[in-house]
């Protein structure tokens, strides 16, 4: 099915070249319909072809797939490590404010508010900050800015969500174990956290295409050398002569998009005997 | 705890940790003499909020405006398609996966391939980059809703030997309501940033991002502090609105998500 | 819609003969819920489905409804087809859970089926204004179903069946979730709203007492595959409150609850048939 909507959106795109006109369609002053000369919307083949191509003009540079694959992989990574680190904190703060009212009456509001921070603030602070840290003994790497960042953005859907599976049991059985004076902890390890499985994993999921957009802005924002998102903007910068390449690195950062996609469906797959879908 | 001071937690405790955090912030900068461009204190930040009020203003009513454009187009798009999917099932399995790989991009990236195909000197690009963003949290809130009929109201309409426009009418779309205005809360904010940071990747600069941006870029860390202060502001004013909304249009329903 | 008079006194409301329904025919997950449903039912006819969980009670009523269709034998509703029976409303239902839209107030759901079926605005008023009046609900029409008892959602989910004065009710144990009292004070308002409309009805239900006051026969039902053993015809005098401490119901109920056993059953005047 997927592929099918690919094809059919790759006929749209150049069923549209087609047809449009070279200047797009304007109503009221403003341009509704995209321009369809070759410079704005090239061809799809021009695309795939250009990723064949050297990336480069200079002599002995890797082809534009090469760079795009490596790129990727750099971005990959690094938002694994921010969706793991993401998912930690979240799950701690999850448990935090299911344990004490008054943390999450106090703390929950401030987690949502979080992500109306827009990244690019957060850069020049992440990084600053970390010049003067040092993790395990070793010096503050651009890189871990942009996994910082990247788990900035994962943890909030991992506590949301996981709170309200830590919170959603029940009342007849929380009682239950509070008629075999369970203590909290037991409690938490046998009734909350089973329970909390089912919302737990669509919320890694999210978290993980959250990490993916995190560690893309966060590689602009702080100028880290390496991943997809220096990429795009690199290669935008010559749209004008070169209108394929820009493309090139938007459809790497989809794919790194749906790689990832791909593994939390893998992830979900192998924890389906544990949830049987509630919380979806 | 009786509900008046439940209540009272509610409120009272995130103001106290807000406030507890801005004077311990505040304490720490001045304390240990953290240079500005390390991290701005409070006070500087709301000094440069004051000076440059009228600018703030005038970037916010952009961005702002970006946003709503983008979030009104999109869910109205979003709401048509999704009539669209739940009739013809069909549809709802091509714009899924598409949907998912979609959710995982960072749709700002593509505000400099988009100045290229309108205009660079329109906020069109901007806009369009909310509408792609505010369109798949709405659809698929938007299909779930449509989709999940209690069954017996289903049985119910048949036994009337109702249509099928007659059932979307009386009972999806009615039904499908409180399921919208998730997926609209969910986009509220998403807007407000995304109209933001697709001001970093180039097109007209007259919005919050670009502010920040400069601000940073001459390390007037404080200023651009004061700006991102706006920015929070703005999604907050978004949020809090799409979560009236919410609470509006599903008053006295039993929310069974 | 047809008149009453339109139909000849001697069309039985509902007609099954050798009706059957297999789900999933001809494949290993094949269950047959009903097999060999011989019943008439007379025009005004109060007739109750009674068996263990699995007999097939509810499906029986489905097939009346053409919400099923039957794999066997014939079911005629008014002498027509259940598919254009349902076509013509000729039934109302009301099923197990009220099944009230929330969104609407307890007036808007009862309107329903008018505002489908083209009733004009101010008809639609005046008739779910009678409606709730009959089921004691008048001041809650502008009410919202959750702010209503489960009891009350139940009767709002009547006086909808009852909207369009259909001449066959169909209830799927509508009491099924209430408390003793309030169903027998339910049963009480269900049994007078019949005799004023004059409707047949087919009621599936769990409990015998209910059965055997609400009937004038009793269908007792046994499972795998589901089929009615004994139709038990209750002569007793008219329903009110003390009827459920007259020996004749007592009677009446010991026949059932031996029906339902399998043993043989005695019962004067009106008399038993075992199938």
């Known amino acids: 099915m997927g592929v099918l909507a690919l094809v059919l959106a790759a006929l749209a795109w150049e069923g549209y070249k087609l047809v449009g006109s070279d200047d797009g369609w304007s109503a009221f002053g403003v341009r509704l319909l995209p321009r369809a000369d070759d410079v704005s919307m090239p061809h799809l083949w021009q695309v795939a072809q250009r990723f064949g191509e050297p990336e480069l003009s200079a002599a002995g540079s890797s082809s534009v797939l090469v760079a795009v694959l490596q790129a990727a992989w750099f971005s990959f990574r690094l938002s694994l490590l921010g969706w793991l680190v993401g998912g930690v904190i979240g799950m701690l703060l999850a448990v935090l404010m299911q344990r004490f009212r008054t943390a999450q009456d106090a703390l929950l509001p401030y987690v949502v508010v979080s992500q109306t921070v827009p990244l690019v603030a957060l850069a020049p602070l992440v990084v600053g900050w970390g010049g003067h840290l040092a993790v395990f003994g070793r010096p503050w790497q651009p890189w871990m800015s942009v996994a910082a960042i990247s788990a900035y953005l994962a943890f909030f859907p991992v506590s949301v969500g996981m709170l309200r599976g830590l919170e959603s049991l029940p009342a007849t059985q929380l009682g239950l174990m509070h008629c075999y004076a369970a203590s909290w902890w037991q409690t938490l390890l046998r009734l909350r956290l089973p329970a909390s499985v089912g919302y737990l994993v669509p919320a890694l999921r999210l978290a993980a295409a959250a990490s993916v957009i995190g560690a893309i802005v966060a590689e602009i924002s702080t100028g880290t050398r390496g991943g997809i998102g220096r990429l795009i903007i690199e290669y935008a910068q010559s749209a004008t002569g070169d209108p394929a390449k820009p493309w090139t690195a938007i459809i790497g950062a989809a794919g790194l998009g749906l790689a990832v996609a791909g593994l939390v469906g893998l992830l979900d797959l192998a924890l389906h005997r544990y949830h049987p879908s509630a919380g979806r | 705890m009786n509900r008046a001071g439940a209540l009272g937690r509610r409120i009272g405790a995130p103001v106290v940790f807000g406030v507890a955090f801005l004077l311990g912030w505040q304490a720490f900068v001045d304390v240990r003499h953290i240079p500005g461009y390390l991290l701005p204190s409070p006070s500087a930040i709301g000094t440069q909020l004051s000076e440059n009020l009228a600018d703030v203003v005038s970037a916010t009513a952009a961005s702002g405006t970006n946003a709503l454009v983008g979030l009104v187009a999109g869910v109205l798009l979003a709401v048509g398609v999704a009539v669209i999917a739940a009739r013809a099932p069909f549809i709802e399995q091509l714009l899924s996966p598409l949907a998912t790989a979609v959710s995982a991009m960072p749709i700002v990236a593509l505000a400099p391939v988009l100045a290229t195909m309108f205009s660079a000197t329109s906020d069109l690009p901007r806009r369009i980059v909310v509408v792609i963003v505010v369109f798949f949290p709405v659809f698929v809130n938007t299909v779930r809703g449509l989709t999940r009929i209690d069954p017996v109201h289903a049985e119910l309409m048949r036994s009337y030997a109702a249509g099928s426009w007659d059932l979307t009418r009386v009972v999806r779309l009615p039904g499908a309501v409180p399921y919208l205005f998730t997926g609209v809360r969910v986009a509220s904010s998403l807007a407000v940033i995304s109209a933001v940071v697709a001001e970093y990747f180039g097109g007209l600069q007259n919005g919050l991002g670009s502010r920040i941006t400069s601000a940073a870029s001459n390390t007037a860390y404080a200023r651009a502090w004061a700006y991102v202060v706006a920015a929070i502001l703005l999604g907050l004013l978004f949020y809090l609105a799409a979560l009236g909304a919410e609470r509006a249009a599903t008053r006295g329903r039993a929310v069974r998500h | ?275």
């Open chain 3, 1 to 275: 819609m047809p008149d009453a008079d339109d139909v000849a006194p001697s069309t039985p409301a509902v007609l099954l003969r050798a009706a059957g329904k297999t789900f999933n025919p001809g494949r290993p997950s094949a269950v047959t819920a009903l097999t060999d449903i011989e019943l008439t039912i007379a025009p005004g006819e109060f007739v109750s489905l009674i068996g263990p969980s699995g007999c097939g009670k509810s499906t029986l009523m489905r097939l009346v409804a053409d919400l099923e269709q039957p794999t066997e034998g014939t079911v005629e509703v008014f002498g027509k087809t259940p598919h254009q029976a349902r076509l013509d409303q000729d039934y109302g239902i009301a099923f197990q859970h009220a099944g009230l839209l929330p969104w609407r107030t307890v007036q808007a759901n009862v309107e329903l089926p008018l505002e489908l079926h083209g009733i004009g605005r101010a008809d639609r008023r005046a008739r779910a204004g009678e409606l709730l009046a009959m089921v004691g609900l008048a001041e809650f029409g502008g009410h919202r179903p959750d702010q209503l008892s489960g009891g009350m959602q139940q009767r709002v989910a009547i006086a909808r069946a009852l909207a369009e004065r259909p001449r066959l009710l169909l209830m799927d144990e509508p009491f099924g979730a209430l408390d003793e009292m309030t169903r027998e004070r339910m049963q009480a308002e269900l049994v007078a709203l019949c005799q004023q409309t004059g409707c047949a009805v087919i009621f599936v239900t769990h409990s015998i007492p209910e059965a055997v006051y609400l009937s004038h026969r009793v269908a007792v039902m046994s499972p795998r595959p589901g089929r009615i053993s004994h139709l038990i015809g209750v002569d007793l005098a008219e329903r009110n409150e003390d009827l459920r401490e007259d020996p004749g119901f007592f009677a009446a109920v010991t026949a059932v609850r031996e029906a339902l056993r399998g043993h043989d059953v005695q019962l004067p005047p009106r008399g038993v048939e075992v199938r």
